[in-house]
């Protein structure tokens, strides 16, 4: 496991000289590596090295000579991802384009400590002292090592950014002793908590088309500036909240199946969106948008944040998940026009009502391999508890959110 951390620093003018130096060649070396690349037909590293060394050695003398290794490695990565864009039909240039350069920095060529940083140039070591922000003490203090390799990239104003990449081991998986379904939608996320069903409010469409209806207010305002800016500042505000959510959401999920030692259960999403999931949205590309935010994005948040833990996922078939009956294994039939509670179906066979949500968890956890009996005819199975946005947002775990509804119905 990876994670990248920026860290801005402003360094004073001498520093930030003997970094530009650096860069400028270390531009130049990896437009070589990338021509050669090309000419060659290669993007292999070992390939590039062997290629170029000689002839960048005898033209950056003084450069510390670990930079040419970077360089071909960067080289390497962009003909790479090159290819597979060409392959897809999406690279639209014939060569790969060296346009912004983040110099990379292997383990000869950088040193860290919590005093300071040194990074190595022309002449001679530069020294620079970061303030480090709550994320990076985060990982630091959180179990991860800094790697070896770093890059930096300057900026305006003498500042220097610095890229800290923190690794992790993956724990190994354990074998799981149940399951812990998951159905996402467009507005909630269902889990089953001790076998119990909960719905969590996530509001993913709610909030989407809420910015989207203020985003188009704005544009619709005066000066255009002002109006630039304000629309670029709700883009930017929309997508920390959507993430802040999915986060937490992960996060709660995959506490809750590693304390219990269950495997969490989820659909196996289509890459394109089925229509059908949010289809009283008309716009496409908002239609488009709410899903990617409510169901891959919060789909692979949780799956990231579950190999952290060693949490195993089982991903299964979407299909009929929320219309077949999970007692009788007869159709659910939902009323076309939806009528005042449109997520609640009748089982053919039984007759017994079915909240979507409640059906789709039984199924997926079924599908995952658990046979345990499906209770029949339950309040919770056609009328789960719903758990605000608001309120899961602050809780430490979903059993403590499982056992207040509990107090709850036992007071009333
Ligand atoms: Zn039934």
């Known amino acids: 496991m990876e994670r990248t951390v920026k860290l801005r620093v402003k360094v004073d003018h001498a520093t930030y000289s003997a970094l530009k130096e650096v860069e400028r060649e270390y531009r130049e070396i990896l437009e070589d590596a990338v021509d050669y690349g090309l000419r060659n037909s290669t993007t292999s590293f070992t390939r590039i090295k062997a290629g170029v060394y000689r002839v960048e050695r005898e033209k ?7 930079y040419i290794y970077t360089a071909c490695e960067d080289a390497s990565e962009r003909l790479d991802s090159f290819k597979k864009l060409k392959r897809r039909g999406r690279a639209y ?3 790969p384009s060296v346009r912004r350069v983040t110099v990379h920095l292997d383990d000869h060529l950088w040193r860290f400590s919590l005093d300071e940083i040194s990074i190595a140039t022309k002449g001679g070591k530069v020294r620079i002292s970061p303030t480090f922000h709550k994320l990076f003490w985060r990982y630091y203090n959180g179990g991860w090592r800094i790697a070896g390799e770093a890059r930096f990239r300057l900026a305006k104003g003498n500042v220097v950014e610095l890229f800290i990449v923190f690794k992790k081991e993956e724990p190994k998986p354990y ?13 909630s996320a269902s889990v089953l908590v001790g076998g119990r069903p909960i719905l969590l409010e996530t509001n993913i469409k709610k909030i989407t088309l809420g910015y989207e209806y203020r985003r188009k207010r704005v544009q619709s305002g005066r000066s255009t500036e002002d109006r630039d ?3 670029r500042l709700k883009r930017l505000r929309e997508k920390y909240r959507k993430a802040d959510i999915r986060r937490k959401l992960a996060r709660l999920i995959v506490k809750e199946a590693f304390e219990s030692r269950s495997a969490i259960v989820l659909e196996d999403l289509p890459k394109r969106v089925p229509e059908h999931m949010i289809k009283d949205v008309k716009d496409p590309q908002l239609r488009l948008r709410i899903y990617r935010s ?4 919060t789909k692979n948040a949780i799956i990231e944040k579950a190999r952290e833990f060693g949490v195993p996922v089982v991903l299964v078939s979407p299909s009929y998940t929320s219309s077949t009956c999970p007692v009788h294994g007869s159709r659910i039939v939902y009323r076309p026009d939806g009528g005042a509670a449109p997520r609640v179906g009748v089982c053919e066979k039984g007759g017994e009502r079915w909240h979507r949500d409640v059906v789709a968890l039984y199924n997926l956890r079924r599908r995952a391999g658990d046979v345990s009996p ?3 005819g339950s309040k919770e199975s056609h009328d789960p508890p719903a758990v605000g946005l608001g309120r899961w947002l602050r809780a430490k775990s979903l059993r403590l959110i499982v056992s207040e509804l509990k107090m709850i119905e036992m007071k009333a």
């Open 229 to 231: 800016v304000r629309r």
């Open 175 to 187: 074998e799981p002793k149940g399951f812990t379904p998951v159905d996402l939608n467009e507005g």
């Open 294 to 297: 409510a169901f891959s994005s």
């Open 374 to 376: 499906v209770p029949l």
């Open 93 to 95: 240039t014939d060569r």
């Open 60 to 66: 950056h003398k003084d450069l510390p000579s670990h």
